[in-house]
């Protein structure tokens, strides 16, 4: 009798674990390891994503705007107030992408430019070709993108109907 029961309940779990474990792919993760240099400001590191995200909820001297993020083709351009050169900043990938639908992207964007030359009132544009980031997905206009500021608590939601919010 032991053994009859045993299998009744054996079926249903085995369904189940067919199901849970087939049916879930939440994220392509990323490498571990240095950061992997994607583009000429883009990174991929999900440590020094990490690692962005607690710095920014400390005060911070050189507290930069996001400004607007659009996407133009692949090409992701992310408009900046505060900052000395346009080269003082990094986009960080963290290097998952959440496969919902839509997808979802995080981005951190870092200034790494001197403190003496910080100029609250300068304007840059960063351009990140996504290309580089979901070249296994093709059109990048089918993903969410967050662009976070790593100056401040705050982020940029770009939707993919072209509609961009700030949080």
Known sequence: ???IHFSHLSIPFACFSIFFFSSCEPTVDAEVGDPIVLDTNLLKSHSL?????EERSRTQANVFEIVEVVREDNELRI???GGNEVD?????WDGKILLTYPGIINFLVVYNGQDINFDPNSEF????????VTPEYGDSHQFIV???NGSKIAKTVLDPNGTSTHE
């Open 1 to 3: 009798m032991k053994k």
């Open 125 to 132: 544009v960063i351009s990140v070709n996504l290309d580089k």
């Open 79 to 81: 408009s900046l107030k």
């Open 49 to 53: 994503f990490n690692s962005g995200m």
């Open 88 to 92: 003082d900043f990094q986009v960080i």
């Open 146 to 148: 967050n662009v976070l």
